[in-house]
């Protein structure tokens, strides 16, 4: 029998390797599939299991910072903990029911500020179509604009309304999500109180036994959790600054919404890049409708960008840094991939430490590969 040459042994290998690689990415396709539309399903019960895990993220320094001051952990939670319930409690109580009272408002008055948003680019549009009544390829452009705008301004908004709504789906919808809110309080004492026993013996719960494949394991998973400690405990911070700061300059020109506002720029923060425009879109709309005229939505254009500007040079780099050490394409288009992958806000939210996730398993094993199955270090 004659023996393949060794072109055919390359032509052979390069073959097998194509298929093995087309049959792991049409594996890994399957499971992200799986796996987003698991997570669509119970939003309403991973959602706030992930809020508390960040606030723990968040409040865990305090508590250790306690427990310098010779307390022990049990008090130490409870101090924190009962502070961070007092303060949420008055926050909620003091400026709850002004925020419902806009959201509510902002909710009945949208069909009517599309409606003067689409005036007011009619308005605009006619008024420069007479003053070059001799320019007909102007005005032929200026047509196609406004039509342009009336077609597409409503797609928008109900794409924003979509995404929401998609956000808040799963099996028990909107009823799930309050009913689970009420158990973020728990969720985040029992991270508090237990969050040193978790970190000091989560590798002995590894269905693995002791072996350098448990030890790489228990090394990834540990690079993995300080890039999500880094990104979650900075962006929260940058984004509660944030929709403070925007609050307070949109309360300064007296736009309606401004508190709701402000609290989606603090929530939505927590998306890089996207969640300002996110948050954007809704505050230029009711600047149109409530003072119809182009002045005013420029202003909130101007805050937006001055806010954004402000981040990227002053308040981000010293409190989240280069903690991911992802490029702003990459970030944008992490938050877009996952966003359709696993359904609305919460994909949006785990974009980049998904991505980070994948950028540390890439350079471990592919770009610079580490680890050698059957061998220990010295």
Known sequence: MKLPTPWQLKTIYASLTALAILVICWVASVVIQVTGDTIKK???FLIPLAVAAVLAYLLEPVVKKLCTWKLSRTSAVLIVFGVFILTS???????????????????????????KARNLVNTTVDSYKKRSSNSEDFQNAASMVQDWLQKQLPGYTDSLLKFVRGSFGGVLGVFGYI?????????????????????????????????????EVVDVLTEINTYLIAFFRGQ????????????????CMNLSGSLLIGLMVAI??????????????????????????????????????????????FIAPRIVGNSVGLHPLTIIASVI?????????????????????TKVLLRRYVWHR???PGTREV
């Open 42 to 44: 119970f939003q309403a």
């Open 89 to 115: 409690a008055l926050i909620v109580f003091s400026v709850g029911p002004k925020i419902y009272e806009e959201a509510a408002k902002f909710g009945d008055n949208i069909p009517d500020y599309m409606q």
């Open 179 to 215: 009913v689970s809110l009420l158990i973020i309080p728990l969720y985040l004492f029992y991270f508090l109180k237990e969050s040193s026993k978790i970190q000091n013996n989560w590798s002995n719960y590894l269905p693995l036994q002791a072996s350098h494949f448990k030890d």
């Open 236 to 251: 929260l911070i940058v984004s509660m600054i944030d929709g403070v700061l925007i609050s307070i300059g949109l309360l």
């Open 268 to 313: 939505l923060g927590l998306i890089p890049y996207l969640g300002i425009f996110i948050c954007w879109v809704p505050a230029v709309l009711i600047a149109a409708g409530q003072f119809q005229d182009w002045h005013h939505p420029l202003i909130v254009t101007c805050i937006f960008i001055g806010m954004n500007q402000i981040e990227s040079w």
């Open 337 to 357: 991939g996952w966003s359709l992958l696993l359904g609305g806000l919460l994909g949006a939210i785990l974009a980049v430490p998904l991505t980070a996730t």
């Open 370 to 372: 580490t680890f050698k």
